[in-house]
């Protein structure tokens, strides 16, 4: 399958080495009609954006880049799902001005109330050690990135069940409910298949992206798009799909 767009990719202003134009120059020379630069959430620890205002400076770079490289520059988030029920770490006043909003889960962030860190976030990572801990956090993990799915308008979820294990076909009635896709990342190792299955079942969208944290990886799809080939995916169902015709 041919793939016209790379939706997720970091700068320096969350934890990538590239400036946007180093980035969207990479995914010019890649041949991608479209980029969109997703910097983490501001309470990524020690990685998210320094303040949520850094997405209106990206704005303001986007139109400039796009002029120059001839590629559709799009800003969003990579946002952190911060609590159970759901909630994200982008204000949502800033949420309409986003052309691309995708949220994850992730073993390093700050959640809300700041205890839940304590009784969620460090038991997924004890859970590496202890089966039944990961069993039950799996459980945890499922609730709130459905919560999340259901109550924000999100264009796609990043690396599910990446690290933080989640039941893969209740996420997918989620994102087929609501529209949601579900992302093929090509840049970290983990089950991709289980991912493109579920959203099989389910009818749930997919989306392929690189998580470039570098101007080399931008547009790295082709493991996703063979993915997509093997399992037949219709392209109709992948957002970022050259559609024939
Ligand atoms: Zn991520
Ligand atoms: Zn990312």
């Not at 570098?214 to 080939?229: E, N, Y």
Request: charged share 25%.
């Amino acid at each position: 399958m041919r793939l016209f767009a790379d939706w997720h990719v970091h700068t320096r202003y969350s934890d990538g080495r590239g400036t946007p134009e180093e980035m969207v120059a990479a995914a010019a020379r890649r041949g991608l009609r479209e980029v969109a630069i997703t910097d983490h959430g501001p309470r990524g620890m020690f990685i998210g954006v320094r303040d949520a205002g850094v997405y209106r400076e990206l704005k303001a770079q986007a139109a400039r880049l796009s002029r120059r490289y001839a590629v559709r520059v799009l800003v969003g988030a990579e946002a952190n799902v911060i609590s159970l029920r759901g909630e994200l770490d982008v204000p949502a006043e800033l949420i309409p001005e986003l052309d691309v909003l995708a949220a994850g889960l992730h073993p390093q962030v700050w959640c809300r109330p700041w205890w839940r860190t304590l009784t969620w976030i460090l038991p997924n990572r004890l859970g590496k050690t202890w089966g039944w801990l990961r069993e039950r956090m799996r459980q945890v993990n499922t609730m709130a990135l459905v919560a999340a799915v259901q109550n924000n308008p999100l264009t796609f979820i990043t690396h599910p069940d990446l690290v933080m294990a989640v039941d893969l076909d209740r996420v997918a009635r989620a994102c087929a409910a609501t529209g949601c896709a579900m992302e093929i990342n090509t840049g970290h190792h983990y089950d991709r298949d289980a991912v493109v299955q579920a959203a099989l079942r389910r009818g749930a969208p997919l989306v392929v992206n690189s998580d470039a944290h570098l101007p080399a990886s931008v547009g790295a799809l082709d493991v996703g798009a063979r993915l997509l080939d093997k399992y037949r995916v219709p392209p109709e169902q992948v957002l970022n799909a050259i559609r024939p015709g």
